[in-house]
């Protein structure tokens, strides 16, 4: 199973999802992590698809199944392209199926964040 981690480790409110991959990596050696970027071309393999990914306005790690809990957020230019929107013209085009993302606060512990992570995996096999 792949996990994709999305992040932007260039800005520290987005940036926890890419700097636990690595310990997550540790904790779970049969899953595959890897680091996604929306703007790049998802090669989707088939079944369910798990993204952990910073979600603002939430208070806690929250699992997500639908889109129907985002807003689409303003875009300016290409560098706004985000995981939204990319599942949003997935689903329109019926290259969507099933997902889960992993939504993480901005201020969360590396540590609460892996322990919290891992039991939702470990649930979702």
Do not use: W
């Amino acid at each position: 199973m792949i996990i994709f981690c999305l992040g932007n480790e260039a800005d520290k409110k987005d940036s926890l999802p890419s700097e636990i991959m690595p310990l997550l990596k540790k904790k779970l050696p049969d899953l595959n992590f890897q680091k996604y970027d929306p703007a790049e071309e998802l090669n989707s393999p088939k079944g369910k698809l798990i993204f952990i990914d910073t979600v603002l306005g939430i208070k806690k790690i929250t699992v997500f199944n639908s889109l129907s809990a985002f807003a689409a957020s303003p875009l300016i230019s290409v560098h706004d392209y985000d995981l939204y929107l990319d599942l949003s013209l997935r689903k329109k085009l019926k290259q969507l199926d099933d997902f889960l993302i992993i939504g993480v606060p901005v201020r969360t512990s590396k540590k609460k964040a892996v322990a919290y992570i891992c039991k939702i995996l470990e649930n979702q096999l």
